[in-house]
C-alpha cells in the first residue's frame, strides 16, 4: 500500500487534550504495511492553536513518512461540531484519489497492524466496510502519564455480524474502514442534527445496502479508553466501567428515536460472504 490509499481521519476540538492527541498519533504513525494519509480536523483553533497541532504532526509522523493535512473548521458560536467535523474529513477524502477511509477519535488508540487488517478483508470481495474487534480500556491519566486498570470485552464485536447492528451499535468509531472506491459519497454523511449517535446513523445507511466484512472480527486491533481522572470531560459515551446512570429523554434517547425513525421498514440486503451464521456453525464443530 502507498500513502495514497488510505485517509485516516481525526477529528479534534480541546487544545488542552492535546497529550491525548499525541498518544492517538503515535498509535497512527506505528502502523505497519499500510500508507496513511492523515486529516486532522479542528474544531474552531485560533492561529496559535494550530500551530501547536501542526508541529505535532510533524514530529510523530516523520518516521514514518506518513503525509497530513489540517482542517480548522471555522467556530464563532461554540457549538460541537462534531458531526460537521467528520463530514469535513469526508469531502476531502473524496476529493482525492484515496480508496479507503478510516476514522480514530483522539483519545483512542490502534495497535501497529490495524489498518492493514481491516484493508486485507477488501482483497477478497467488493465489501464496503470491514471491521475488527476492539476492547475497552479503563485508564487513569494522571500527570500527563497513562495507566491501565482493566480491560473488557464489552461489545463483543468478534461475536457479532451486521445484523446485529439493527439492534444496536456495537462498532466503536475505529474499529471499522470504509471502501470508498465502492460506496458512494452520498451515503457517508453524518447528520448534523444528532447530537450522539451520528456514526450509528452512517453504519445502518452502509450495512442495510452494501456488503460488510466481518473476516477480522475476531482481531483485536485496538482500544476504546474510557478515563478514571483527567481535566475536563473526554468521553461522549458514559464509562462502561462506572455504575450505569438511568436518565430519562436526553441526547441519547432523541438521537435513537430519530435513528429507528429515519431506517426501520428498510429491510437489510444479504451478500455473498456475509457468512457468520455458517462459520458460528463451524466454530461449534
Known amino acids: 500500500m502507498s500513502s495514497d490509499d488510505v485517509t485516516v481521519g481525526i477529528r479534534f476540538h480541546d487544545i488542552s487534550k492535546i497529550d491525548l492527541l499525541e498518544r492517538c498519533l503515535n498509535s497512527v504513525a506505528g502502523q505497519t504495511h499500510a500508507g496513511v494519509?492523515?486529516?486532522?480536523?479542528?474544531?474552531?483553533?485560533?492561529?496559535?492553536?494550530?500551530?501547536?497541532?501542526?508541529?505535532?504532526?510533524?514530529?510523530?509522523?516523520?518516521?514514518?513518512?506518513?503525509?497530513?493535512?489540517?482542517?480548522?473548521?471555522?467556530?464563532?458560536?461554540?457549538?460541537?461540531?462534531?458531526?460537521?467535523?467528520?463530514?469535513?474529513?469526508?469531502d476531502h477524502h473524496y476529493g482525492s484519489s484515496r480508496r479507503f477511509l478510516a476514522f480514530i477519535d483522539y483519545d483512542d488508540i490502534w495497535f501497529s497492524h490495524a489498518i492493514s487488517t481491516l484493508i486485507d478483508s477488501f482483497n477478497y470481495g467488493p465489501f464496503a466496510l470491514s471491521y475488527a474487534d476492539i476492547h475497552c480500556a479503563n485508564l487513569l491519566y494522571y500527570n500527563n502519564s497513562f495507566y491501565v486498570k482493566e480491560l473488557r470485552d464489552v461489545y463483543s464485536i468478534s461475536r457479532k455480524s451486521k445484523r446485529d447492528l439493527l439492534s444496536e451499535n456495537f462498532l466503536p468509531l475505529h474499529s471499522y474502514m470504509f471502501n470508498t472506491s465502492i460506496l458512494d459519497s452520498s451515503i457517508l454523511h453524518y447528520d448534523t442534527s444528532l447530537e450522539v449517535l451520528e456514526d450509528y446513523d452512517v453504519l445502518l445507511r452502509v450495512i442495510l445496502t452494501n456488503p460488510v466484512s466481518g473476516l477480522h472480527r475476531k482481531e483485536l486491533i485496538g482500544l476504546y479508553n474510557f478515563y478514571s481522572v483527567v481535566s475536563g470531560k473526554v468521553n461522549t459515551t458514559p464509562s462502561i466501567f462506572e455504575p450505569p446512570v438511568v436518565v430519562v429523554g436526553g441526547p441519547w434517547s432523541k438521537a435513537r428515536t430519530q435513528i429507528i425513525q429515519k431506517h426501520s421498514g428498510y429491510p437489510i440486503k444479504e451478500y455473498f460472504g456475509e457468512q457468520w451464521e455458517l462459520d458460528a456453525l463451524s466454530n461449534q464443530g
Open 37 to 90: 494519509h492523515v486529516i486532522l480536523s479542528c474544531q474552531g483553533f485560533d492561529a496559535a492553536n494550530v500551530a501547536t497541532v501542526e508541529c505535532l504532526l510533524a514530529a510523530t509522523l516523520k518516521l514514518s513518512g506518513f503525509a497530513y493535512e489540517i482542517i480548522n473548521v471555522a467556530n464563532p458560536d461554540k457549538l460541537d461540531l462534531r458531526s460537521k467535523l467528520l463530514n469535513t474529513i469526508v
